[in-house]
């Protein structure tokens, strides 16, 4: 699967990131139209843009933009494990809205991969936090690398952008790699019984910024006191 030609390896000079297929895709019983983009010259993984024309699109205000990291469990089987599943599908309604690029990018559990990710999940049912378990792995906290993103930006033009995030972390490495982040939009928070020490470990570990804008899972009954999140922000 990994056919693509990597942007370079050590010693090499970088190769361009250049956009290579792109074919409209329905989305959902609404057949949200959205196209999707693939790329020559990534890191080797099949990460994909994904284009919406927005019913209600501003053009005097920034793209809005999404860097989504792959999360199987989430994405595809709604694990109440995390909250990827719902973030992916709010993204999906905004920018059916206002138009914008959905970045999916294929670095399933931070960048540690899905195997690993069920081996981390073990070690936090025997009570070790999301980090922890990677530590205890011997893997990376977060091994995610949103610069990728920026070059697939760049490759479809859309450089002066509205963030849609709650990552400080994806804010500063897409400025750091030349994208205009002109605006910040928070997500929503989604709190289950099932991941609110996942979101717990997010916030402490900074990996969270957005904590008065939790969306309590009305059937949980939690909110923001039930993160035990101080509005220090
Ligand atoms: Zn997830």
Do not use: W
Request: proline residues 5%; hydrophobic residues 40%.
């Amino acid at each position: 699967m990994t056919h693509l030609k990597p942007i370079a390896r050590p010693g090499e000079p970088m190769l361009a990131c250049k956009a290579r297929t792109s074919v409209m895709i329905p989305l959902g019983p609404d057949s949200i139209p959205a196209e999707f983009v693939g790329f020559d010259g990534l890191d080797g993984l099949e990460h994909i843009a994904i284009r919406f024309a927005g019913r209600n699109s501003d053009p005097a205000r920034p793209t809005l933009v999404r860097l989504h990291s792959e999360c199987l469990t989430g994405d595809v089987f709604s694990s109440r494990r995390c909250d990827c599943g719902e973030q992916l599908h709010e993204a999906i309604g905004m920018l059916a809205e206002e138009g914008g690029v959905l970045l999916y990018l294929r670095q399933e559990g931070r960048g540690i991969g899905l195997y690993a990710k069920l081996d981390a999940y073990r070690l936090q049912d025997q009570g070790a936090d999301t980090y922890e378990a990677n530590r205890l792995l011997h893997l990376p906290e977060d091994a995610r690398d949103y610069t990728i993103g920026a070059r697939m930006l760049q490759a479809i033009g859309v450089t002066h952008i509205r963030l849609l995030t709650n990552n400080p972390d994806k804010i500063a490495q897409l400025k750091d790699a030349g994208i205009d982040v002109a605006e910040v939009s928070r997500t929503g928070v989604y709190v289950t019984d099932a991941n609110r020490a996942y979101l717990q470990a997010k916030v402490r570990h900074h990996h969270l910024l957005n904590p008065l804008a939790l969306i309590a899972d009305a059937a949980a009954g939690m909110g923001e006191e039930g993160l035990g999140i101080t509005a220090s922000e």
